[in-house]
């Protein structure tokens, strides 16, 4: 595709459950973010993939946090034993490198934990 | 550690002419970043300063001081299509990661 694509767009879970978003970057673009936004609230930086280096994941809240690049291509963001306040859209960020300004973002997965 | 400051909600008439002020205090600074965020949306770039000055592209300019820590985003002849939060964001050294200031509500009225 041309952007980066999500899914889901929405997922409401029951508190305790495990959740997987996943995102796919455009084509060729070797570096992937992920970010969460919280209602009314700013981006906060989760984990960062570049290549074959090894992930910086110094955003991830807790260890109930882990997110996974296979192929150097698309990523799968899982959280385990939700909680309420993991609630917020999740972006998806990819660029062509790390030395490239401009980061291009999905649409977002708006988790609902209730 | 970091902090981005900016402010939280403005409010502008159309056509008029907005000034969007960030300031900020990190380590290993290596550009500063302004992004546009419609409701719902996913944000979308705007613009990029590493050096001191300004840098314009059509309707909107950013400036950057480095040596104040303080950064600006203008809007020129504002449309309600501009009503969006504008969200600030570092760079640092190391990595690609930004650190995003809490974004400013713009609302423009007619």
Redesign the interface.
């Known amino acids: 595709g041309a952007g980066?694509s999500q899914s889901p767009s929405n997922k409401v879970t029951e508190k305790g459950k495990d959740v997987e978003l996943r995102c796919d970057p455009i084509s060729g673009h070797t570096?992937l973010?992920w970010?969460r936004q919280s209602l009314g609230?700013?981006?906060?930086?989760l984990i960062?993939f570049?290549g074959n280096s090894a992930p910086?994941k110094s955003?991830l809240p807790s260890d109930r946090f882990s997110a996974e690049r296979t192929g150097g291509s698309v990523s799968t963001l899982t959280i385990q034993r939700t909680q309420q306040e993991d609630s917020a859209v999740y972006?998806c960020a990819s660029?062509r490198?790390?030395?490239?300004?401009?980061?291009?973002?999905?649409?977002?997965t708006r988790l609902t934990v209730l | 550690g970091q902090n981005?400051d900016q402010p939280t909600e403005m409010t502008a008439t159309e056509g008029a002419i907005v000034q969007i002020n960030c300031t900020y205090q990190t380590s290993g600074f290596n550009?500063l970043?302004w992004y546009q965020q419609h409701a719902g949306?996913?944000?979308?770039?705007l613009s990029?300063n590493v050096l001191d000055g300004l840098e314009e592209k059509g309707r909107f300019s950013s400036f950057l001081s480095r040596s104040k820590g303080y950064s600006y985003l203008l809007l020129k002849e504002l449309q309600m299509k501009d009503s969006a939060s504008y969200?600030c964001?570092v760079?640092r050294n190391?990595?690609?990661?930004?650190?995003?200031?809490?974004?400013t509500e713009l609302s423009v009225k007619p």
């Open positions: 980066v570096a973010y970010y609230q700013g981006l906060e930086f960062y570049q910086d955003g972006l660029s490198g790390s030395s490239y300004n401009e980061q291009f973002f999905g649409p977002g | 981005i550009g970043f949306e996913a944000p979308t770039f990029y969200l964001a760079k190391q990595g690609g990661k930004l650190i995003f200031g809490q974004g």
